[in-house]
């Protein structure tokens, strides 16, 4: 069983840039989908984007494109989540986690068995 430990949140300006990361310990990413999560208070866990580890292919949603940019560190076994020109509205609690890629609707929270704990990224206008 695979568990995830997410890093990198924190404070920073609008406009800022925070690279987040996803480690993988207890097994490897690489029989997974990695996505990439957040939720704001109030609303819904929303999906940012997700990378097959097999072959290194990011897939985003339209309001991350351009402003994000999801990557594999095959030698640490941990993917990043890199959030350039931040705004207000991108505060939430960012999440990681881990599913099968061959189902289908992955950007669905439904389609992820393993979950990290969530860090918080806090954008200041």
């Known amino acids: 069983q695979v568990q995830l430990v997410e890093s990198g949140g924190g404070l920073v300006q609008a406009g800022d840039s925070l690279r987040l990361s996803c480690a993988a310990s207890?097994?490897?990413?690489?029989?997974?989908?990695v996505g990439w999560f957040r939720q704001a208070p109030g609303t819904e866990r929303e999906h940012v984007g997700r990378?097959?580890?097999?072959?290194?292919?990011?897939v985003y949603t339209e309001s991350a494109k351009g402003r994000c940019t999801i990557s594999r560190d095959s030698a640490k076994n941990t993917v990043h989540l890199q959030l350039n020109n931040l705004r207000s509205e991108d505060t939430a609690v960012y999440y990681c986690?881990?599913?099968?890629?061959?189902?289908?609707?992955?950007?669905?929270?439904?389609?992820?068995?393993?979950w990290g704990q969530g860090t918080q990224v806090t954008v200041s206008s």
């Open positions: 986690a881990a599913g099968r890629p061959w189902r289908t609707d992955l950007g669905s929270v439904r389609r992820y068995n393993y």
């Open positions: 207890g097994g490897s990413f690489g029989n997974y989908v």
């Open positions: 990378i097959v580890w097999s072959t290194g292919a990011p």
